[in-house]
């Protein structure tokens, strides 16, 4: 079982862009859906986009056109670019893999001031 690290948060301007990348500690090639979510102080933890082996995505409504999911095998890394962000994307935010077994890294800030 892998572990998974993120990086690449930080605070960022309305409208900019920010990439978080989640770096794991084994062969990522078998995890077959893999997702990022985010956790705004006070709010429940969301799905905010997943990818399925083979290249199918999801995105949550108030993200879609703004942020890209995708994964690279050959690095070991699960990608989330986020570009004309929001202040409401304000969150920590977690990489995880969801199938064929859970594992989750212990997230990255990313705060957007307006």
């Known amino acids: 079982q892998v572990s998974l690290v993120e990086s690449g948060g930080g605070l960022v301007q309305a409208g900019g862009p920010l990439r978080l990348s989640c770096a794991a500690s084994?062969?990522?090639?078998?995890?077959?859906?893999m997702g990022w979510y985010r956790q705004a102080p006070g709010k429940e933890r969301e799905l905010v986009a997943r990818r399925i082996s083979g290249g199918s995505t999801w995105y949550v409504d108030s993200v879609k056109g703004r942020f890209t999911i995708s994964k690279d095998n050959a690095q070991n890394t699960l990608y989330l670019q986020m570009n004309s962000l929001k202040p409401e994307d304000t969150a920590m935010y977690y990489c995880c893999s969801i199938r064929p077994y859970e594992v989750w890294g212990q997230g990255t800030q990313v705060t957007v001031s307006s």
């Open positions: 084994g062969s990522i090639s078998r995890l077959y859906l």
